[in-house]
């Protein structure tokens, strides 16, 4: 039995602005984070350099950004491990505004899953999934499947959208009736059937992770 995915439709599960998730099977925790390093913030002083701060938890990691940049959201860390054969890489801090280069970590071959929601912005801005591979965008959709953020159905490849949409329609969606917490979760159930995503709850909820801080490369 695994702990699944659709437990992150639950509110402010991970953080108290939301969360963003990376998963990939094909690189280890350490690896993952080097990439999303070097290839996934699309500023100026970009590449990011890890700085090893131990094993924290969420509220540590945290704590840890306020007293290096003064407020949480002017530092960027991750927390990483291994659930299975899944790869897994937590963010914290300004990730909102950062984390825009995703397809590059996808680089080699790389299979890319991310998953984020943006709970504290008040426009709202719906939770998203997306799928990359070997550096290319694959396929992605707002999981609140209500036509905001220029939602239009599942958008990407056609192989994959003919694999996704069906399973939404078969569990009634998109339901506009229907409460949004209930379809992000039917919608990551969909996800979690599709392509066999899972996630450590405790471990990334209440547990210590390794973390590293992201740093400005000299």
């Known amino acids: 039995m695994t702990d699944g995915i659709t437990w992150l439709a639950e509110p402010k599960c991970v953080d108290f602005s939301g969360h963003s998730v990376l998963m990939s099977r094909d690189v280890t925790p350490g690896e993952l984070v080097s990439r999303i390093a070097a290839s996934a913030f699309d500023t100026p002083y970009a590449p990011y350099t890890p700085r090893p701060v131990g094993e924290l938890t969420g509220r540590q990691v945290n704590e840890l950004l306020d007293d290096l ?19 897994f890489a937590v963010c914290h801090g300004g990730w909102m505004g950062e984390l825009v280069g995703r397809a590059a970590v996808s680089r080699g071959g790389v299979h890319l899953f991310h998953l984020e929601y943006e709970e504290e912005n008040g426009k709202p801005v719906p939770p998203y999934f997306a799928y990359y591979h070997d550096d290319r965008f694959r396929c992605g959709f707002n999981l609140h499947l209500d036509h905001s953020w220029g939602y239009d159905g599942v958008d990407g490849d056609p192989e994959w959208v003919r694999r996704i949409e069906p399973l939404l329609s078969a569990a009634g969606l998109p339901d506009e009736n229907a409460d949004p917490e209930l379809v992000h979760r039917t919608a990551l159930d969909v996800l979690g059937q599709v392509f066999g995503l899972s996630l450590p709850r405790q471990r990334i909820v209440e547990g210590t992770l390794d973390a590293v801080v992201l740093e400005e490369a000299d």
């Open 69 to 87: 940049c003064g407020d949480v959201r002017d530092g960027l860390a991750l927390r990483h491990g291994r659930d299975g054969d899944w790869s």
